[in-house]
């Protein structure tokens, strides 16, 4: 019999699984542990709706499961969106239906594209399933169509976009996502991540969930951590055609979304008086900003255009991302530096209270000043 306390090497996990970089949440501390403003996560500055709270405060039985299905939510998406009920999958945040959609379509051997500059999930989940990850070039930190297109293969299986992108804030017009659509093979999986819609402008809208209802191959994700202000309940949720969504069911938790969790969602879909609030707030605010920040182009300080709800600041002049980072830091604010995706010149913002960003635009000008 084999000695149980000899535990030397162990268990070896598969090399794709050993060369994932787990995810890096933005942190909401300094290197001190002080406890700081947080600008680096995304979160609504507006918190959550009062009939959300409403919700969340009822007692919910925990020694009950959630319904496994989610079907009230569903219900509510779908009548919202104008969508089929059937045609919908909910998931812990959209991050789970986004890795899911890669291990029900990608595996060793295949490859999953995209742009450089996006998601860092991106990355996990192509890996997670052992596909190639393929990073296309990207157009001034935005998504490049025809280059994208240019990398697909017969090996390609999945194809990862966000729109607006994370973390730049970039954005690509219907008829640009439609062209991209166009170009793919049809048993190429193009995925849409949807999480900052909500902060666009209705009449922008880029015609995702048509491509979702009227294809076989797209999956759109959504979540209501962003302008609904439930980044704590981790809800999101997906649609496509419904081959898609049930190889998304065969293989997702059971009963991934909790009861409370649902209960917090119908009610925030309930409220779209509050998502229109926080849709303005940003777009105030935002605008704001970059205008703060706009003379600072002059030394080497550019805001890059967003549809999001933060902005991406790049620093090419005496002033860098990191030592703005740490200033900010110092001065109570924790924002997001990105070097391990290539953005050691840059900075994410998230737009917060009008307070805040006027505070970071005054020592990010103070700062500019000091490094001249």
């Not at 019999?1 to 996990?13: F, I, K, L, R, Y």
């Not at 002080?34 to 020694?63: C, D, F, Y």
């Not at 065969?250 to 917090?264: C, K, L, S, T």
Request: charged share 20%; aromatic share 6%.
């Amino acid at each position: 019999m084999a000695d149980s306390s000899n535990t030397a090497g162990g268990p070896q996990p598969k090399d794709w699984i050993a060369a994932i970089h787990a995810y890096v949440p933005g942190k909401s501390k300094g290197a001190d542990g002080q406890k700081l403003i947080k600008l680096s996560a995304n979160e609504n500055p507006l918190g959550t709706s009062a009939t959300a709270l409403a919700a969340r405060a009822q007692a919910v039985e925990p020694s009950l499961y959630p319904d496994p299905d989610s079907t009230a939510l569903r219900e509510a998406i779908a009548a919202l969106h104008g969508l089929d009920p059937a045609r919908i999958v909910c998931g812990t945040g959209s991050g789970e239906l986004l890795t899911l959609s890669a291990s029900a379509f990608a595996g060793p051997g295949d490859e999953v594209i995209f742009v450089r500059y996006g998601f860092s999930l991106y990355e996990i989940a192509a890996r997670r399933c052992g596909a190639t990850p393929v990073v296309a070039p990207d157009a001034d930190y935005g998504t490049d169509v025809d280059a994208l297109l240019a990398l697909v293969t017969e090996r390609t299986r999945v194809v990862f976009i966000a729109n607006p992108n994370n973390p730049t804030g970039s954005f690509l017009t219907r008829r640009e996502l439609a062209r991209l659509h166009a170009g793919l093979p049809g048993n190429v999986l193009l995925v849409l991540d949807q999480a900052y819609a909500e902060y666009v402008d209705p009449m922008d809208d880029d015609g995702s969930l048509e491509l979702a209802r009227s294809s076989a191959n797209v999956l759109v994700t959504r979540t209501f951590s962003k302008a609904y202000g439930l980044a704590g309940e981790r809800v999101g949720w997906g649609t496509g055609a419904p081959r898609l969504i049930d190889m998304l069911n065969r293989i997702r938790g059971p009963f991934n979304v909790n009861n409370g969790a649902q209960a917090v969602t119908l009610a925030a879909l309930g409220d779209q008086d509050f998502v229109s609030m926080s849709r303005r707030h940003n777009a105030m605010e935002r605008a704001r900003f970059e205008e703060l920040l706009a003379p600072l182009a002059n030394h080497g300080v550019r805001v890059l255009p967003s549809e999001a709800n933060f902005v991406l600041v790049l620093f090419d002049g005496a002033l860098s991302a990191e030592r703005a980072y740490n200033g900010l830091a110092e001065r109570g604010y924790i924002v997001r530096w990105l070097p391990g995706q290539g953005l050691a010149n840059g900075l994410r913002i998230t737009i917060g209270k009008r307070e805040d960003m006027d505070a970071i635009a005054a020592a990010l000008r103070a700062m500019v000043e000091d490094a001249q």
